[in-house]
Protein backbone atom coordinates (compact mmCIF):
# COMPACT_ATOMS: atom_id res chain seq x y z
CA UNK A 1 0.00 0.00 0.00
CA UNK A 2 1.73 3.30 -1.20
CA UNK A 3 1.45 6.55 0.88
CA UNK A 4 0.62 9.57 -0.35
CA UNK A 5 0.99 13.81 0.14
CA UNK A 6 -2.26 14.51 1.95
CA UNK A 7 -3.69 11.13 3.21
CA UNK A 8 -4.13 10.07 6.51
CA UNK A 9 -0.84 8.54 8.18
CA UNK A 10 -1.41 4.74 8.52
CA UNK A 11 -1.87 4.01 12.54
CA UNK A 12 0.58 1.17 13.91
CA UNK A 13 0.90 0.20 17.16
CA UNK A 14 4.86 -0.95 18.06
CA UNK A 15 7.65 -1.44 20.09
CA UNK A 16 10.34 1.02 21.24
CA UNK A 17 13.20 1.86 23.03
CA UNK A 18 10.61 3.71 24.87
CA UNK A 19 8.28 1.06 25.23
CA UNK A 20 4.97 0.79 23.55
CA UNK A 21 3.61 3.26 20.86
CA UNK A 22 0.51 3.89 19.44
CA UNK A 23 0.38 6.32 16.63
CA UNK A 24 -2.62 7.94 17.63
CA UNK A 25 -1.66 9.06 20.70
CA UNK A 26 0.60 11.52 19.32
CA UNK A 27 -3.01 13.14 17.82
CA UNK A 28 -2.82 16.96 18.32
CA UNK A 29 1.30 16.92 17.63
CA UNK A 30 3.12 17.84 14.92
CA UNK A 31 5.24 14.26 14.20
CA UNK A 32 8.86 13.68 12.24
CA UNK A 33 8.47 9.84 11.20
CA UNK A 34 12.17 9.08 10.27
CA UNK A 35 13.65 5.75 8.78
CA UNK A 36 17.32 4.66 8.94
CA UNK A 37 19.31 2.09 6.77
CA UNK A 38 20.69 0.33 9.69
CA UNK A 39 22.00 0.91 13.54
CA UNK A 40 25.52 1.27 14.05
CA UNK A 41 26.41 2.45 10.85
CA UNK A 42 28.55 6.10 10.55
CA UNK A 43 25.58 8.54 8.57
CA UNK A 44 22.89 7.57 10.95
CA UNK A 45 24.99 7.75 14.30
CA UNK A 46 25.76 11.51 12.73
CA UNK A 47 21.90 12.00 12.19
CA UNK A 48 20.68 10.78 15.42
CA UNK A 49 23.01 12.59 17.47
CA UNK A 50 22.27 15.78 15.84
CA UNK A 51 18.53 14.90 16.06
CA UNK A 52 19.18 14.41 20.47
CA UNK A 53 20.76 18.19 20.25
CA UNK A 54 17.82 19.60 18.75
CA UNK A 55 15.57 17.48 20.41
CA UNK A 56 14.24 20.33 22.77
CA UNK A 57 13.74 23.04 19.77
CA UNK A 58 11.40 20.57 17.75
CA UNK A 59 9.31 19.97 21.59
CA UNK A 60 9.25 23.62 21.90
CA UNK A 61 7.32 23.56 18.04
CA UNK A 62 4.90 21.10 19.25
CA UNK A 63 6.94 18.14 17.34
CA UNK A 64 7.90 14.55 18.30
CA UNK A 65 10.80 12.68 17.10
CA UNK A 66 10.09 9.20 16.38
CA UNK A 67 13.22 6.38 14.86
CA UNK A 68 12.62 3.68 12.91
CA UNK A 69 14.89 0.95 11.49
CA UNK A 70 13.84 -2.80 10.83
CA UNK A 71 16.59 -3.73 13.64
CA UNK A 72 16.19 -5.81 16.68
CA UNK A 73 15.00 -3.43 20.17
CA UNK A 74 18.11 -5.06 21.42
CA UNK A 75 20.34 -3.66 18.54
CA UNK A 76 18.79 -0.12 19.30
CA UNK A 77 19.43 -0.31 22.99
CA UNK A 78 23.20 -1.42 22.85
CA UNK A 79 23.51 1.22 19.90
CA UNK A 80 22.07 4.12 21.90
CA UNK A 81 24.29 3.07 25.20
CA UNK A 82 27.12 3.05 23.02
CA UNK A 83 26.24 6.59 21.45
CA UNK A 84 25.97 7.82 24.90
CA UNK A 85 29.33 6.08 26.24
CA UNK A 86 31.34 7.20 23.09
CA UNK A 87 30.18 10.67 22.03
CA UNK A 88 28.18 11.86 25.70
CA UNK A 89 24.88 11.95 23.73
CA UNK A 90 21.52 10.70 25.18
CA UNK A 91 18.72 9.71 22.48
CA UNK A 92 15.63 11.33 24.20
CA UNK A 93 13.16 10.13 21.67
CA UNK A 94 11.76 6.61 20.72
CA UNK A 95 13.05 4.44 18.38
CA UNK A 96 10.82 1.42 16.53
CA UNK A 97 11.98 -2.14 16.05
CA UNK A 98 10.17 -2.76 13.17
CA UNK A 99 11.39 -6.65 13.14
CA UNK A 100 8.48 -8.09 11.14
CA UNK A 101 8.90 -4.46 8.27
CA UNK A 102 5.05 -3.73 8.56
CA UNK A 103 5.64 -0.12 9.00
CA UNK A 104 8.49 0.37 6.72
CA UNK A 105 6.42 -1.54 4.28
CA UNK A 106 3.33 0.66 5.03
CA UNK A 107 5.11 4.03 4.56
CA UNK A 108 7.54 2.69 1.54
CA UNK A 109 10.85 2.62 3.33
CA UNK A 110 11.81 -0.79 2.79
CA UNK A 111 14.88 -1.47 0.36
CA UNK A 112 14.12 -4.99 -0.33
CA UNK A 113 16.84 -5.40 -1.72
CA UNK A 114 19.40 -4.97 0.61
CA UNK A 115 16.18 -5.83 3.32
CA UNK A 116 17.12 -2.82 5.07
CA UNK A 117 15.15 0.50 5.82
CA UNK A 118 15.84 3.65 3.51
CA UNK A 119 16.75 7.30 4.93
CA UNK A 120 13.10 8.56 5.22
CA UNK A 121 11.40 11.30 6.58
CA UNK A 122 7.51 11.44 6.87
CA UNK A 123 6.17 14.62 8.50
CA UNK A 124 2.58 14.40 9.73
CA UNK A 125 0.67 17.17 11.22
CA UNK A 126 -1.82 17.63 13.99
CA UNK A 127 -4.98 15.53 12.34
CA UNK A 128 -2.53 13.04 11.37
CA UNK A 129 -2.28 13.86 7.59
CA UNK A 130 1.52 13.17 5.79
CA UNK A 131 2.39 16.77 4.71
CA UNK A 132 5.77 16.14 3.46
CA UNK A 133 7.96 13.10 2.36
CA UNK A 134 11.76 12.92 1.86
CA UNK A 135 13.81 10.40 0.88
CA UNK A 136 18.02 10.13 0.89
CA UNK A 137 20.27 7.87 -0.45
CA UNK A 138 22.13 5.44 1.79
CA UNK A 139 25.20 7.82 1.62
CA UNK A 140 23.28 11.43 1.85
CA UNK A 141 23.04 12.43 5.34
CA UNK A 142 19.72 14.66 6.39
CA UNK A 143 20.17 18.32 6.75
CA UNK A 144 18.24 18.84 10.11
CA UNK A 145 18.31 22.62 9.89
CA UNK A 146 16.09 21.65 6.31
CA UNK A 147 13.74 19.46 8.22
CA UNK A 148 13.20 22.33 10.76
CA UNK A 149 12.53 24.97 8.45
CA UNK A 150 9.82 22.51 6.66
CA UNK A 151 7.98 22.10 9.67
CA UNK A 152 8.04 25.82 10.23
CA UNK A 153 6.90 26.25 6.68
CA UNK A 154 4.02 23.93 7.47
CA UNK A 155 3.21 25.15 10.79
CA UNK A 156 2.64 28.44 9.22
CA UNK A 157 0.12 27.37 6.80
CA UNK A 158 -1.40 25.61 9.11
CA UNK A 159 -1.64 28.66 11.64
CA UNK A 160 -1.73 31.55 8.96
CA UNK A 161 -3.12 29.84 5.62
CA UNK A 162 0.10 31.12 3.81
CA UNK A 163 2.40 29.30 1.34
CA UNK A 164 6.01 30.31 1.37
CA UNK A 165 8.19 31.26 -1.52
CA UNK A 166 11.21 29.67 -2.63
CA UNK A 167 14.24 30.09 -0.33
CA UNK A 168 11.53 30.88 2.65
CA UNK A 169 13.50 31.54 6.05
CA UNK A 170 10.74 31.76 9.84
CA UNK A 171 9.98 35.31 9.77
CA UNK A 172 9.57 35.75 5.81
CA UNK A 173 6.90 37.31 4.14
CA UNK A 174 4.35 34.12 3.31
CA UNK A 175 2.68 34.09 -0.25
CA UNK A 176 -1.70 34.62 -0.15
CA UNK A 177 -3.73 31.71 -2.46
CA UNK A 178 -4.69 32.98 -6.18
CA UNK A 179 -8.14 34.34 -6.40
CA UNK A 180 -10.32 31.43 -7.62
CA UNK A 181 -12.23 33.99 -9.55
CA UNK A 182 -12.05 36.80 -12.91
CA UNK A 183 -14.02 39.38 -10.19
CA UNK A 184 -11.50 38.58 -7.49
CA UNK A 185 -8.41 38.40 -9.46
CA UNK A 186 -8.97 42.10 -11.06
CA UNK A 187 -10.06 43.76 -7.71
CA UNK A 188 -6.48 42.34 -6.53
CA UNK A 189 -4.65 43.92 -9.22
CA UNK A 190 -6.42 47.39 -8.26
CA UNK A 191 -5.44 47.22 -4.97
CA UNK A 192 -2.12 47.46 -5.90
CA UNK A 193 -0.49 43.82 -6.46
CA UNK A 194 2.15 43.57 -9.20
CA UNK A 195 0.08 40.51 -10.97
CA UNK A 196 -3.49 39.09 -9.54
CA UNK A 197 -1.94 35.46 -8.81
CA UNK A 198 0.94 36.42 -6.58
CA UNK A 199 0.52 38.75 -3.45
CA UNK A 200 3.07 38.51 -0.71
CA UNK A 201 1.43 39.06 2.83
CA UNK A 202 4.06 40.18 5.81
CA UNK A 203 3.83 37.69 8.98
CA UNK A 204 4.78 40.36 11.79
Known amino acids: MAVYLGQKAPGFIVNTT?????????????????????????????????????????????????G????????????????????????????????????????????????STVRGVFIIDPNMVVRLMIYYPAETGRNI????????????NWNRKLATPVNWQPGGDGIVSAPG???EAIKREKNGSKTWYLKYESVE
Open 68 to 115: LSVDSIYSHIQWMKDIREKFGVEIPFPVIADINKDVAREYNLMDEKTG
Open 181 to 183: TLE
Open 18 to 66: KGPLDLESYKGKWVILFSHPADFTPVCTTEFMEFARRYEEFKKMNVELI
Open 145 to 156: DEIMRSVKALKM
